[in-house]
C-alpha cells in the first residue's frame, strides 16, 4: 500500500509540474517592481517613530508631574 501511495505521489507531482509548464508556456507571467513599495514601508517606519516619540513624551510628562509631588 505504501509503494502505491509513493507511485500515486510521483506520477501526480510529475502531473502536477507538466501542467504548470503548460500553463508558463501558455501564459506569460511577469514580476513588476513597484518603487511605491520601498516609500510605503518608509513612510509606515517613520510614523512609527512619531508614535514612538509621542509616547515616550506623554510617559515623561506623567512621570515628570507624579515626580514633582510632594511625599
Wanted: no cysteine.
Amino acid at each position: 500500500m505504501l509503494v502505491l501511495a509513493v507511485a500515486v505521489a510521483i506520477i501526480g507531482s510529475f502531473f502536477v509540474e507538466y501542467l504548470v509548464h503548460l500553463f508558463a508556456d501558455n501564459y506569460e507571467i511577469e514580476w513588476m517592481h513597484q518603487a511605491d513599495n520601498t516609500n510605503s514601508a518608509q513612510e509606515i517606519a517613520i510614523a512609527m517613530r512619531k508614535t514612538h516619540r509621542e509616547s515616550e513624551r506623554q510617559m515623561n510628562k506623567a512621570f515628570k508631574v507624579a515626580s514633582d509631588g510632594r511625599w
